[in-house]
């Protein structure tokens, strides 16, 4: 069963316009993460916040997390075309450690 | 140079054959994860290991069998009884008890003909 939702599905913007995308969950989490995908490849891990954490950042990347809530926020600033991809949350729960993945953010960015 | 790696890249079956995926890490990491990928709907896990020797089903493990000879290699032998194998299968591995960050492989891109 799917724990993370994205939202929206689908997001294009012009490059140096921000993007954000959001993740809502059903159940408490250990931890939440954000994973991008380019097209055809696999995917690679961004940025992890804690369930204790409400703000973290990396580079051009801010993630908010509103246990109160059960979401989270990716936020792209300043986009360029490179960041056309997918990006998927992924939350881990209880005493498991395998994140369970939502069905992603398709984002495109126009030059 | 560390990672994983996935071969082939591209994959096509026959219907009836089983055919095996490779998954090699040099990450020396403890877990080894097999996702398929669809369109539309993320990814879903088909099987996972701990430790060498031992490996557990995910949520759509039938049709599909794998090993765990080795640390660093975890194959996926996809069989005839899976009814629509056509997909994106992904390998993951990641370390046992620190954070649950997973490292993808490139993934193997499997056709039915």
């Known amino acids: 069963s799917q724990q993370g939702e994205e939202d929206p599905q689908a997001l294009s913007i012009q490059e140096g316009e921000n993007a954000t995308m959001n993740c809502s969950y059903k159940t408490s989490i250990n931890n939440l993460q954000w994973y991008r995908q380019n097209s055809g490849r696999g995917l690679v891990h961004l940025i992890l916040?804690?369930?204790?954490?409400r703000e973290k950042h990396s580079g051009r990347l801010r993630v908010t997390l509103d246990t109160s809530k059960k979401s989270s926020s990716l936020l792209i600033t300043a986009s360029r075309a490179a960041d056309t991809a997918s990006y998927f949350c992924a939350t881990s729960s209880g005493g498991s450690y395998i994140p369970t993945f939502g069905r992603g953010t398709s984002l495109i960015v126009h030059p | 140079d560390g990672g994983i790696t996935q071969s082939p890249k591209y994959l096509f079956r026959k219907e009836g054959q089983n055919v095996t995926l490779s998954c090699e890490q040099n990450?020396?990491?403890?877990?080894m994860y097999w996702y398929r990928q669809d369109p539309g709907q993320g990814l879903r896990l088909i099987y996972y290991?701990?430790?060498?020797?031992?490996?557990q089903k995910g949520d759509i493990a039938e049709g599909y069998s794998v090993s765990r000879e080795k640390k660093e290699s975890f194959p996926l032998t996809v069989t005839s009884a899976q009814k629509n194998p056509t997909a994106f299968y992904l390998c993951a591995s990641s370390i046992v008890g620190a954070t649950d960050t997973q490292y993808f492989g490139p993934g193997t891109r499997l056709t039915v003909l």
């Open positions: 290991s701990q430790i060498v020797n031992d490996f």
């Open positions: 916040i804690r369930s204790n954490e």
């Open positions: 990450l020396n990491h403890d877990a």
